[in-house]
């Protein structure tokens, strides 16, 4: 039967930080097996590790969180630093983790990963479940160098994020730190888990087709106009107010979208700027992407309010809840960066609502730049402004 339990710590000192969070993870587990561990980017991580190997010498993995987490015990955030592990404990559960740094070739690297992870399972199939933890670029080529070494397995996860921007992220697989590169966790058990994926907004009736893409991730044109201007002209705001981080604030209520194949999912692509990162120099028809994008396809204007964002949380759980045949033992609810950005002291309200719809079940709530998940049959997907919510069931 699976159990698990979740420790958490603002201590100044990042060891004891390490240490008063697996003390109160790991309490009344007899058989733990890996612990998801998120962290502040302004933490020393390497002393947060070896403050939890002096504990315990359980695997890790998990990445640093946007100002904070949410656990049952409330919003964890500190700005000298904080750490929170969930873990898992099953004495018929397996993981094999892995993990890598970037290089020239993300595809590659995943199928790197996906071995590893095999092996360090000490077995030859593929998993039942699979967790992904990446730098916030490069995802979907990871996937499917990983997808090329087990099929299409199940997933879901996030990409690392910091606090400004600033690309201070990190992963975290054991005892290793990497700022760009991915990490994964596969699991081999029976026991149920099942992942709800979505950005939970509403589609408006401005759609057009992307007929000009660079680099994969920058929309220049939509319909043969400006991509900028278009999106400015049905979001109903002056080109002007969108520059510098006006279009990232905006995205957040307001961003655009793509439909999987299938049509019961659609993935959020959150515009991110209209400047090139490199040299800093406005773009006035273009619109970076916080995931890959391709020509051809149908591009949709999504919207939400404040109060729908935050009712989200509470939708998405009941379409998780509902997935699950067995009992909940633990939940791992992957949220935006962006949207907690937005909601600032709203995120209260958040909070009350996973107390209430978890129901004693221990939970942790890290917030990432990506969101990794599937729906319904869907391909395993990469997305931002999303939330990506998983529960492991007890048998």
């Known amino acids: 039967m699976l159990k698990s339990n979740v420790g958490y710590s603002t201590n100044i000192d990042n060891y004891m930080s390490g240490v008063e969070s697996a003390e109160k993870s790991i309490k009344s587990l007899n058989s733990p097996k890996l612990s998801f561990l998120y962290t502040s980017s302004n933490s020393d991580i390497k002393q947060i590790i070896k403050g939890i190997k002096s504990v315990t010498n359980i695997p890790i993995i998990g990445c640093t969180s946007s100002g904070g987490i949410i656990v049952p015990d409330g919003i ?137 893409v660079e680099d994969k991730r920058t929309v220049v044109e939509i319909d043969g106009i400006s991509a900028f201007r278009k999106y400015a002209q049905w979001i109903g705001a002056s080109p002007a107010s969108l520059k510098g981080e006006g279009i990232l604030e905006a995205a957040i209520l307001k961003p655009l979208g793509v439909k999987a194949v ?92 996973l107390l209430q719809e978890t129901r004693g079940i221990p939970f942790i709530m890290p917030f990432t730049y990506g969101q990794f998940g599937y729906e319904e049959h869907s391909a395993n997907c990469c997305g931002g402004l999303m939330m990506s919510f998983t529960v492991f069931g007890k048998n």
């Open 262 to 353: 299938q049509g019961n999912l659609t993935l959020v692509k959150q515009p991110m700027c209209i400047e090139d990162m490199g040299t800093k120099t406005i773009m006035d028809d273009k619109i970076k992407l916080g995931n890959i994008i391709m020509e051809k396809t149908a591009i949709i204007q999504l919207e939400t309010t404040v109060d729908e964002m935050i009712e989200s949380n509470k939708n998405l759980l009941k379409k998780l809840q509902v997935k699950l045949f067995s009992a909940p033992a633990a939940y791992i609810l992957i949220n935006s960066a962006g949207r907690k950005m937005l909601l600032k002291e709203r995120l209260d309200e958040v909070y009350k609502i």
């Open 76 to 212: 964890i955030r500190s700005k000298t630093g904080f750490s929170g592990m969930l873990t898992l404990s099953d004495e018929n559960l397996n993981v094999g983790i892995a993990c890598h740094e970037a290089g020239k070739d993300p595809r590659s690297i995943g199928r790197k990963v996906a071995v590893a992870a095999v092996q360090n399972a000490k077995t030859t199939r593929a998993p039942a479940y699979f967790y992904m933890v990446s730098s916030p670029k490069e995802e979907e080529e990871y996937l499917l160098g990983i997808q090329d070494v087990i099929g299409r397995v199940p997933m879901f996860g996030g990409s690392a994020a910091d606090d400004e921007i600033k690309e201070e992220w990190k992963i975290i697989c054991d005892d290793k730190i990497i700022n760009d590169g991915v990490a994964v966790a596969f699991f081999y058990t029976d026991t149920e888990i099942e992942t709800a994926f979505s950005g939970e907004y509403n589609e408006t009736n401005n759609v057009g087709i992307i007929t000009k």
